[in-house]
């Protein structure tokens, strides 16, 4: 008798292998297979907490964005950063208002409630948007009354964007994207973007470096490090980890692909907004960076759609 014992997820197989010797002649060989399923108690409740904490924080940033933006668009000068940056904050907000709460919303009860694993790379996506949009009110931004909404939504988008992608990274799927023509047209957007944006930035470093006198298309001239650290530091490896895993055809490459997408997208509208608000105002934006982000969010948007309607979805467990 032959026995082994694997596990994998808590899900414990057991195969017996039996072989029986009858009146000195050998019977027939058989394989019987018994499978003992038992999910451990500690990894129920651990799934059913992250679940609810999720929920929790997803419903509390819900309620945060919507009393935040309503003041912020319906009393713009409460901030206090001058017009250039208050015509940004306004665009933002309203993007923020009308796209992704809702979204927000939406995907906290098809992704973490229902399970559906496209929903909750959504739902990923709009917290990394949360979490980076909401920096520039940390770091960037004066003090206002409206601070004590925008550290709280802050950090439970960053503490709910490391639970996402703890749950999400975990869980045992595997991916397929048919369409190889719509996967490689992904990457190609990935890693131009990517390139085209640390290209943007890095020459606008440099310049500062080597030119004392050099002035950034910001009110004041300075380098606006806090855009430059984000992306050049989490958002462009990010996007170019995305393509480089789904190139490999990675299930993490997928899963990061989701997520990337519909943040990219979803800060495209509001960086489009944000110039399209100071346009309004007769700002004098800088009319290749509307075109820019309007092509950026568009673009984004359809990708994204594709992409999670063409994805594949098939459960291992």
């Given at each position: 008798?032959?026995?082994?014992l ?13 072989s ?7 019977s027939r ?6 499978v ?11 799934e ?14 819900a309620?945060?964005t919507l ?13 206090l ?5 208050n015509?940004q904050?306004l ?16 995907s906290?009860v098809?992704g ?13 996506g709009?917290?990394?948007?949360y ?7 940390m770091?960037a ?5 409206l601070y ?11 503490i709910?964007?490391v ?41 606008d470093?440099m310049a ?17 490090l ?9 958002i462009?490896?990010?996007?170019i ?7 490999k ?13 519909t943040?990219?997208?979803?800060l495209?509208f ?28 568009l ?16 459960d291992?467990?």
């Amino acid at each position: 008798m032959a026995f082994a014992l694997h596990t994998d997820h808590g899900i414990c197989q057991r195969r017996l292998n039996f072989s029986t010797r009858k009146n000195g002649f050998n019977s027939r060989n058989f394989d019987k297979r018994v499978v003992i399923e038992y999910t451990s108690p500690y990894d129920n409740y651990a799934e059913i907490m992250a679940k609810k904490t999720l929920t929790t924080i997803n419903y509390l940033i819900a309620g945060l964005t919507l009393v935040s933006c309503i003041i912020s668009i319906s009393h713009n000068d409460i901030y206090l950063d001058g017009e250039w940056a208050n015509a940004q904050w306004l665009g933002q907000d309203i993007i923020t208002l009308i796209i992704a709460l809702p979204f927000l919303l939406v995907s906290s009860v098809k992704g973490i409630g229902n399970g559906n694993i496209k929903w909750e790379m959504i739902n990923c996506g709009i917290l990394l948007y949360y979490a980076y949009t909401y920096s520039f009110f940390m770091f960037a931004a004066e003090l206002t009354p409206l601070y004590l909404f925008h550290f709280p939504i802050y950090g439970l988008s960053v503490i709910g964007f490391v639970i996402c992608c703890i749950r999400i990274f975990n869980r045992d799927f595997q991916f397929k994207l048919p369409k190889k023509g719509l996967r490689t047209i992904i990457i190609f957007y990935l890693v131009l973007i990517a390139l085209m944006i640390s290209f943007l930035w890095l020459n606008d470093i440099m310049a500062h470096l080597n030119d004392p006198e050099h002035s950034s298309d910001t009110p004041d001239g300075k380098a606006p490090l806090i855009i430059y650290s984000l992306d050049l530091a989490i958002i462009i490896p990010l996007m170019i980890s995305s393509a480089l895993l789904l190139y490999k055809q990675s299930n993490w490459g997928y899963t990061l692909s989701g997520i990337i997408l519909t943040k990219t997208s979803t800060l495209g509208f509001a960086l489009m907004a944000m110039a399209l608000s100071m346009f309004l105002q007769r700002l004098n934006p800088d009319y290749f960076l509307i075109v820019l982000w309007s092509t950026i969010g568009l673009i984004g948007a359809l990708l994204t759609i594709l992409y999670l309607k063409n994805l594949q979805v098939e459960d291992n467990f």
